[in-house]
């Protein structure tokens, strides 16, 4: 039975069924109008899979984006793979939902980010205590933060969980 929902992490859970929706519709049909996305994952996350080099020059975070170039997007299951070019050289990527922190589209000001420590999963009998409500926006990655900036400055907003936590 359970003893409380833990809203963070259905939040979590349907956020990022929201982005393998959006990633599906763009495999099937490509961006409509101005749409792309910046979108910021932990490569040192399980199940992601990137080139060696590509590793090395980005040893914990990397933003990728997804507008003017990119191949053989598909979406399966709890992950995304694309095909993008780097110096010219295409690369496959394959990036979990759960790797991902934040998915921005800043044609439509839209964002989301996830914060640390709220991770979706772990025990839904509510005998574990609550997300963390430490956030991870120092970020190693110059670009990731240029499209929060670049949403801020379109008055965007990124989505966080922290406002829908019990203080």
């Known amino acids: 039975m359970v003893k409380r929902f833990h809203y963070g992490r259905l939040m979590h859970k349907a956020l990022?069924?929201?982005m393998a929706d959006v990633l599906s519709e763009v495999a099937r049909h490509g961006l409509p109008g101005k749409h792309h996305f910046f979108i910021t994952f932990d490569?040192?996350?399980?199940?992601?899979d990137i080139p060696d080099h590509l590793r090395a020059r980005y040893p914990e975070e990397m933003t990728i984006v997804l507008q003017d170039w990119f191949g053989d997007l598909s979406v399966a299951?709890?992950?995304f793979a694309v095909t993008?070019?780097?110096g010219e050289v295409p690369e496959r990527l394959v990036v979990p939902f759960?790797?991902?922190s934040t998915f921005v589209d800043p044609s439509v000001e839209f964002g989301l980010r996830f914060d640390a420590g709220e991770e979706p999963g772990g025990d839904e009998t509510g005998d574990s205590p609550p997300p963390s409500s430490a956030s991870s926006q120092s970020s190693s990655s110059a670009?990731?933060?240029e499209a929060e900036v670049a949403a801020e400055k379109k008055g965007g907003d990124i989505v966080s969980l922290d406002q829908f936590r019990k203080h």
């Open 16 to 18: 990022r069924g929201l």
């Open 43 to 48: 490569t040192t996350h399980p199940g992601v």
């Open 77 to 79: 299951g709890e992950r």
């Open 84 to 86: 993008l070019n780097f």
């Open 98 to 100: 759960d790797s991902i």
């Open 143 to 145: 670009s990731a933060r």
